[in-house]
């Protein structure tokens, strides 16, 4: 069965250090969403891709985040210089361009310390 | 923009158990999701039903667009059903799908 694949699976890392996290969503699927998820709370969209164009990154915090999706296809997440509060679920979810129904991976669980 | 709340933010089964969980939200929408995560933190699709009712062994679920709501209904619960259930939904074909606050479910034995 097809999935979406993210890792790393968990990562720790040191304040004001960068961290990246990789995506590959379900073959053919042409949007793929970021999301991040503070424990206790639900997931809260950071930015969306429609193949390779950002459709909505109103809630991503631009001045230490950035997203790309070059080809399309698979895509990064990073944070520079990661703070204390980043430290969450990363969720990264696919869809066709047909059907809203959002499909996720496994996440990558950050702990900045 | 569109708001989602779920209701009770807290419930407490005994194996065997049924429940139903409420999801309401603030506009229509042509996208509902629920999802069951489970304690390793992923999110497993149960439902897609913008409208109308499915049913899946023990789960089923109901949407009534025109009154802004859906119900997640479990039965004969197990201890594997623990976790937390969100209802999720988008407006548009384009648009991102949005959380609720979440159900967390404990099914004790």
């Known amino acids: 069965e097809a999935e979406v694949a993210q890792s790393p699976r968990y990562k720790i890392t040191e304040k004001s250090q960068a961290v990246a996290f990789w995506c590959d969503p379900i073959s053919g699927h042409a949007t793929l969403y970021w999301y991040r998820q503070i424990l206790g709370q639900g997931p809260e969209l950071l930015v969306q891709f429609q193949d390779e164009s950002v459709v909505d990154d109103s809630q991503l915090p631009k001045d230490r985040f950035s997203a790309e999706r070059l080809k399309g296809v698979d895509s990064t997440l990073k944070i520079q210089p990661a703070e204390l509060g980043d430290s969450a679920m990363y969720l990264c979810?696919?869809?066709?361009?047909?059907?809203?129904?959002?499909?996720f991976g496994q996440g990558t669980r950050l702990t900045v310390v | 923009g569109i708001q989602v709340e779920q209701s009770p933010p807290d419930l407490i089964l005994q194996e065997g158990a049924n429940s139903t969980l409420r999801c309401n939200f603030s506009d229509s929408v042509n996208n509902l999701q629920w999802f069951h995560q489970n304690p390793w933190g992923q999110l497993i699709n149960l439902f897609y039903?913008?409208?109308g009712t499915k049913q899946n062994g023990r789960l089923s679920a109901t949407t009534v667009a025109t009154e802004r709501y859906s119900l997640l209904y479990i039965s004969s619960s197990q201890t594997t059903d623990s976790g937390v259930y969100f209802c999720?939904?988008?407006?548009?074909?384009?648009?991102?799908?949005?959380f609720g606050p979440g159900t967390s479910l404990s099914v004790i034995p």
């Open positions: 999720a939904v988008g407006q548009t074909s384009y648009d991102k799908v949005i």
């Open positions: 039903i913008p409208s």
């Open positions: 979810a696919s869809s066709t361009t047909q059907s809203t129904e959002a499909f």
